[in-house]
């Protein structure tokens, strides 16, 4: 049973850092492309952050360039998001999510999803 599971949450201060863990079991990881998502209390679920399982490519939505890195370790069959200058508009929910074929931000395309993880930057 193809099974993803984040962690790595937790309460940060604006400015620091948070590196999200997303495990799979069931499943082999590079041969699916991982999107990294998050909703907020009345918000709509976003992309945040895809890697593609073709080549590796990555995208970020624009709130997050510079800031946010994601990265798989095919060894461990996971994948990270590293999330530096972290801020109050990043709290969230992240969930990660995977699917067989060309990667996108769309959370729509997606059939496959963890439980997700609360991240709320404060002071």
């Known amino acids: 049973q193809l099974q993803l599971v984040e962690s790595g949450g937790g309460l940060v201060q604006p400015g620091g850092s948070l590196r999200l863990s997303c495990a799979a079991s069931g499943f082999t990881l590079d041969y699916y492309t991982i999107g990294w998502f998050r909703q907020a209390p009345g918000k709509e679920r976003e992309g945040v952050s895809c890697i593609s399982r073709s080549d590796g490519s990555t995208t970020y939505a624009d709130s997050v360039k510079g800031r946010f890195t994601i990265s798989r370790d095919n060894a461990k069959n996971t994948v990270y998001l590293q999330m530096n200058s972290l801020k109050p508009e990043d709290t969230a929910v992240y969930y990660c999510?995977?699917?067989?074929?060309?990667?996108?931000?769309?959370?729509?395309?997606?059939?496959?999803w963890g439980q997700g993880t609360q991240v709320t930057v404060s002071s």
């Open positions: 999510a995977a699917r067989r074929n060309s990667y996108g931000l769309d959370p729509g395309i997606y059939p496959y």
